[in-house]
């Protein structure tokens, strides 16, 4: 089975400093991999996916993941935070075949502050 | 053009009662998933619809819960004789297809059973 696990519940940053938000994966063969973002009474959007390509992703918002196989990892960066980035964040891993469902980790709070 | 909307955006029901939730996918996207986002279980998986095949039900959590999709555009997501526990945030994605294609999220329904 494929699952992924956000090391932090809570992150908290200030504003204009980098942000790491923390991911492993577990899965028997290479995995297709996202980052979705959550602002508070909105909904769920893709901020950037891995699927075997470029080991390096960018997304949106000046946000980037790599994926690191020795290291299971898919840690999500961004060099300066901004106020707007203050939101849930999900890494998420995707079921190929038949079921495309997703399993998502457990969640990230970025916090930002002045 | 228009994303994936859902409504109610929140319903509050008795215990026991049955509920129907809502979901309308993107024009022209085959793939729509239902999820759920509670305090304790997180984001899980309820079902898939693909196209006309079969779908898969193997998130559904008790045989309360039935879903539908009409004319492979609108679900209904029906949750029978409601319990404290189906408290939650019921999420609706779509995607142009299964597999590793981004899933639309739309903004949820909030239930409360009371």
């Known amino acids: 089975a494929q699952s992924v696990t956000q090391l932090d519940s809570h992150v908290s940053v200030s504003e204009g400093t980098p942000v790491l938000l923390r991911c492993n994966y577990s899965?028997?063969?290479?995995?297709?991999l996202f980052w979705y973002v959550q602002h508070p009474n909105k909904g769920l959007q893709l901020l950037l996916k891995y699927t075997s390509a470029a080991t390096l992703v960018k997304g949106i918002n000046g946000f980037e993941a790599e994926f690191k196989k020795s290291e299971t990892s898919f840690h999500l960066t961004k060099p300066s935070a901004h106020m707007s980035d203050a939101a849930e964040y999900f890494c998420?891993?995707?079921?190929?075949?038949?079921?495309?469902?997703?399993?998502f980790g457990t969640g990230t709070r970025l916090q930002v502050t002045l | 053009g228009a994303g994936v909307s859902q409504s109610p955006s929140n319903k509050v029901t008795e215990k026991g009662k049955d509920v129907e939730l809502r979901c309308d996918p993107i024009?022209?996207?085959?793939?729509l998933y239902w999820y759920r986002q509670s305090l304790g279980q997180g984001l899980e998986f309820l079902i898939y619809?693909?196209?006309?095949?079969?779908?898969?039900k193997s998130g559904l959590p008790s045989d309360r819960f039935s879903a539908e999709r009409t004319g492979g555009s609108v679900s209904t997501l029906t949750i029978q004789r409601t319990q404290q526990e189906d408290s939650a945030v019921y999420l609706c994605?779509?995607?142009?297809?299964?597999?590793?294609?981004?899933?639309?999220f739309g903004p949820g329904t909030r239930l409360t059973v009371t």
């Open positions: 994605a779509s995607s142009i297809a299964g597999g590793i294609h981004e899933q639309y």
């Open positions: 998420v891993v995707i079921h190929t075949g038949t079921a495309s469902k997703l399993t």
């Open positions: 024009s022209g996207h085959t793939a």
């Open positions: 619809f693909q196209g006309n095949s079969a779908p898969d």
């Open positions: 899965s028997s063969y290479s995995p297709s």
